[in-house]
């Protein structure tokens, strides 16, 4: 069974930092591309940041420069370091794995954590 189990949501003020962690099982999480989403509400769920296997990163235009994404392959974890938060980064964020399958790839979603981050 594939589990991606958040944690490290919460509140902080504006210029703070925050740190959300992601705890993979049920998948090869060395072979997956790794990435969190944010969703804002009544907004689409967008990607923030996303990690390869080989740790390539990309990251959305609106965190470049304040988050980093990292993985630990070892402990099947993902990390979303966030800095320099502003309150349009208050939001319900989603880890997610995406693995190759024999045929077609298959996408896997947390629960999600909220961040909330006052002015």
């Known amino acids: 069974q594939v589990q991606l189990v958040e944690s490290g949501g919460g509140l902080v003020q504006a210029g703070g930092s925050l740190s959300v962690s992601c705890a993979a099982s049920g998948i090869n999480f060395g072979i997956a591309v790794m990435g969190w989403y944010r969703q804002a509400p009544g907004k689409q769920r967008d990607l923030v940041a996303s990690?390869?296997?080989?740790?390539?990163?990309t990251y959305a235009d609106s965190v470049k420069g304040r988050f980093t994404i990292s993985r630990d392959n070892a402990k099947n974890t993902v990390y979303l370091q966030m800095n320099s938060l502003k309150p349009e980064d208050t939001a319900v964020y989603y880890c997610?794995?995406?693995?190759?399958?024999?045929?077609?790839?298959?996408?896997?979603w947390g629960q999600g954590t909220q961040v909330t981050v006052s002015s």
């Open positions: 997610n794995a995406l693995v190759s399958g024999t045929y077609f790839p298959t996408r896997y």
């Open positions: 990690i390869t296997s080989r740790s390539t990163t």
